[in-house]
C-alpha cells in the first residue's frame, strides 16, 4: 500500500522527503529549485505550487499522477475564485473515485 501524505503540512512533507533522498539540499535539487527557496517554504516566507508539492508526494510513494492531481486540487481549493473552486471540485470527486490503495483492488 502506497504512504498516504494527504494532509500532511508543508513543513512535515518537506522533512518526510528530505529523509527519502538524503537532505534537504538534495531535495532541492531534485526538485530543481533554490535550497534557500526550500527552506524559505518550509518557513512559510515563500509559497509551495502544486507541482513541487507533487513531486514531493511522489517522492513520498504516492502514485505520481494522484499526487500532482491531489496537489491541484488543494491549490484550487484554496483560491477565491469561484470556477477555481468549481474545478477542485471537479478533481475532488476524481480523486474519490480512486482511492489511495486502488491498485490494490
Known amino acids: ?13 518537506i522533512e518526510r522527503a528530505a529523509e527519502v533522498v538524503g537532505s534537504q539540499r538534495k531535495l532541492a ?45 488543494e491549490d484550487l481549493e484554496a483560491s477565491e475564485n469561484e470556477d477555481e473552486k468549481k474545478a477542485a471540485d471537479g478533481l475532488k470527486a476524481m480523486l474519490a473515485a480512486f482511492p489511495d490503495d486502488w491498485r490494490r483492488l
Open 1 to 13: 500500500m502506497e504512504p498516504l501524505v494527504t494532509g500532511l503540512t508543508l513543513e512535515t512533507l
Open 29 to 73: 535539487a531534485v526538485l530543481e529549485i533554490y535550497p534557500s527557496n526550500l527552506v524559505e517554504m518550509k518557513q512559510g516566507k515563500r509559497p509551495c505550487n502544486w507541482r513541487i508539492r507533487g513531486k514531493m508526494r511522489a517522492i513520498l510513494g504516492e502514485d505520481p499522477a494522484r499526487a500532482f492531481v491531489a496537489a491541484m486540487k
